[in-house]
Structures are given as C-alpha cells and as structure tokens.
C-alpha cells in the first residue's frame, strides 16, 4: 500500500502539484582556492602551526573579465551548470579559467552570506588544495587574467593580517583564527581590501585549513 501524507497524497500526487516557483532558491556557485609552494616541492613543508606563519606560499588567483568586479583578482569558480555537482563544477571551472587540472580537492565549507554576490542570492561550495610548485596557470574563458601571488602573513596584534602579491598588485585580509570544535580553525573577517565578492574570507578559511593539516 503506498503511503499517503497527511493530506492523504501519495508521493506522486504530491509531486505532480508541487510548484516549485513557491519556493524561492539561490543559485549556486563553486570557488577554488589553490596555494603552492615556492621554494619546494614538498607540499607537506607548508603545514606549519600558526605559532610558526609560513610565508612560503603562492596562491592561484585570475582577473574577472566582467561585471560584477570587473578587473578585480578572485578564486578561480563559477556557476554550477544543471545536472553538474559542485565537486565537476569546481573542477570544470578551474580548468576553465586556469587551465589547472586533474588535482585532488577538499572540500572547504559553505558560503550563503547575504549579499555576497550583488547579482543575486548566491551561495557557493568552497574547495582547496595544495599543488606543487611548477603547475603553471593560464588565464581562459572568462577570466582575463590567471597569476600566482606571493602570501606572506604576519601578526598584527590579535589579528593575522595576509597579504597576497604580485608585482605592484597588492591584495589582504585581516581576520582572527576561531576554533571549531569539529573541523580546521575558520577566519572571523575583520576587514578585506582588493578581493572580489567574498574571497577574501574563503582565502582567511583555506589558508588556515592548509596550516591546520598535520
């Protein structure tokens, strides 16, 4: 006997009704954030505690080749197609625009802040990894741009202040590590300059990700 709600629908009737213009749904999105080393190609030598900041680290970033943040430097993502999960959307896009591929990803956390993307309700499944040091970018689809940036990051009373280079380009983020009590350390944002959307915080949380891994 099927089974009936309290409506007393079966499954089917109930989807055959269903409107799913009731319910309001954002679209979805995936961001990558890549570090390598620079001065070795033994990843694992980045895996530093915070009571020893490594400042050997590049990260993977491109220039948005359209609005919104038109030539501003973010993580290399974008929308997640129909029938595509976010782990192939993460991937595709970060061959897209970099060119970067066949690499292991972790996933990293959730990003559904309100207004993090002025176009519309926007959330994004963050990922990072760590590649060695002579994987080349170059800039595709979208993106006018795809560069490695120099990351040094330094103590700045209670707060971390990184900084993301390269040439006369200069981008940071300055957060404060707060302890989870399941998972890495996650960055409290205190204040982001040069970053498209909400990157900044997604780099504060990868970065401490890496150096939380033993």
Not at 8 to 19: H, R, V
Not at 47 to 67: C, E, P, T, Y
Not at 115 to 122: K, L, Q, V
Request: with cysteine.
């Amino acid at each position: 006997m099927e089974k009936r709600d309290a409506n007393g629908l079966t499954e089917a009737e109930f989807l055959a009704q269903y409107k799913q213009k009731n319910y309001p749904k954002p679209s979805l999105t995936a961001d990558v954030a890549i570090f390598a080393q620079k001065d070795s190609d033994d990843v694992l030598a980045i895996r530093d505690s915070l009571n020893s900041i490594s400042n050997s680290l590049m990260i993977l970033l491109v220039k948005r080749g359209g609005h919104p943040f038109l030539d501003c430097w973010a993580l290399p993502g974008g929308f997640v197609n129909e029938g595509e999960s976010v782990d192939t959307a993460a991937a595709r896009e970060l061959e897209e625009e970099t060119g970067v591929s066949g690499i292991e990803l972790e996933e990293l956390g959730i990003y559904s802040e309100p207004g993090r993307d002025p176009r519309a309700w926007t959330v994004s499944g963050a990922y990072v990894a760590v590649v060695p040091n002579d994987t080349t970018a170059k800039a595709g689809d979208d993106a006018k741009d795809a560069r490695w940036f120099n990351v040094s990051v330094k103590r700045k009373q209670s707060n971390l202040v990184l900084t993301a280079t390269n040439g006369d380009t200069k981008l940071s983020a300055t957060f404060v590590p707060e302890e989870q009590p399941y998972s890495s350390p996650r960055a409290k944002l205190i204040e982001q300059d040069g970053f498209a959307f909400d990157h900044a915080q997604i780099i504060a949380d990868a970065y401490l990700r890496v150096n939380s891994m033993r």
